[in-house]
């Protein structure tokens, strides 16, 4: 049940959403359609997949972030839609290719990409979305900004390297944990920040404000996913609950359940972990288990932990509605695990 802290704080997070996306609609439209445009192929099947991916929903939480970082500021130079459509193709390149290794049947509440055109058109595709995104910085003419993005696209496949070394390892640390976190998701929200901040104009410190805004809310956003994936509804998220535990990836709930669990409840955890047909009863006994130790609880708190340095990331830049919005959007990446 929802405490009225909790629903006043997701109120007052939704609205921060809304006001979001209205202040950066003029821009986002632009970015959507770059994003449409540079889909495009003379090879049927790329714009066909491409376009299933892109066009499957969601609230393009990273490239509106980008276009917020960079009217934090006085000065956009317009490259911030580039770097938005640049970031957007890196995020669906990795949704490509995650489903393949993971082996995952669900995106966005449709069939994966690669459960209708299989797993080597995904791969391939999710290749010519980088690609392109490469290219969109490259037409900016801008080094420093292409090199941000290069980086991070080098530490997120890292991260899934190492992700995919701990699947299934009972013996993974919160440590372990929030290298993947940090590699694979806060690395992108990151960049993402920066790049925008880049295109405002930004000094030295406002470029150091929103990079560490950008990591701290990406740390929030996967520890409130990885809780959902035991509290939320199948299908509410695009994907199956349990799916995480059925694909064998240790998350700090299951991390932090295994610590504390006595053995028996240790051997229920083991059995289910990375089998794809672990049952809906088995997944029920988990998360009895998570409450049981209080692991969802604990991984909320570390959220709003990394919420409080994301929005005192902010603290040194001057007042603009643009920084509120972004002050206030973290909450409701927060109250979703409510």
């Given amino acids: 049940m929802v405490t009225s802290a909790a629903a006043t704080k997701e109120q007052a997070g939704l609205g921060a959403l809304d006001r979001l996306l ?38 393009r939480l990273r490239p509106m972030l980008t276009v917020a970082a960079a009217l934090v500021f006085d000065k956009p130079t317009g490259a911030q839609i580039n770097y938005a459509a640049a970031v957007e193709f890196m995020h669906n390149a990795t949704l490509l290719h995650d489903d393949v290794v993971d082996e995952s049947d669900m995106r966005r509440g449709r069939p994966a990409a690669r459960m209708i055109w299989g797993n080597q058109a995904s791969v391939l595709v999710g290749d010519y979305l980088l690609g392109q995104a490469f290219l969109m910085m490259v037409e900016t003419g801008k080094l420093d900004a292409l090199g941000v993005l290069a980086k991070a696209a080098t530490v997120i496949a ?48 406002g470029r150091t404000a929103l990079r560490d805004y950008g990591l701290e809310l990406g740390l929030a956003f996967q520890l409130v996913d990885d809780v959902l994936d035991y509290r939320g509804e199948s299908g509410a998220m695009g994907k199956n609950t349990g799916d995480d535990l059925r694909e064998g990836k240790m998350t700090l709930p299951v991390i932090l359940a295994l610590a504390d669990a006595n053995p028996a409840e240790r051997e229920i955890i083991a059995a289910a972990l990375g089998k794809a ?21 604990r991984t909320v708190e570390q959220a709003q932990a990394h919420v409080q340095r994301a929005r005192a990331a902010l603290a040194p830049l001057h007042d603009t509605e643009m920084k509120t919005i972004l002050s206030d959007i973290a909450e409701f990446y927060v109250s979703r695990a409510y």
């Avoid at 003029?26 to 359609?33: C, G, H, I, R, T």
């Avoid at 190492?162 to 993947?180: C, E, M």
């Fill in 22 to 59: 209205a202040a950066t609609h003029a821009e986002m439209d632009k970015v959507n359609a770059l994003i449409l445009s540079r889909a495009e192929s003379h090879v049927e099947m790329v714009p066909q997949l491409a376009r299933y991916l892109i066009e499957a929903g969601g609230k």
């Fill in 158 to 205: 890292e991260g899934e390297v190492f992700q995919l070394s701990k699947a299934g390892d009972l013996a993974a640390t919160p440590d372990d944990y929030n290298q993947v976190i940090r590699a694979k998701t806060a690395t992108l929200f990151q960049a993402a920040a920066e790049v925008g901040a880049m295109a405002g104009g930004a000094d030295d410190a």
């Fill in 277 to 297: 047909d672990a049952s809906d009863t088995s997944l029920t006994q988990i998360v009895a288990i998570m409450n049981r130790h209080n692991a969802l609880g």
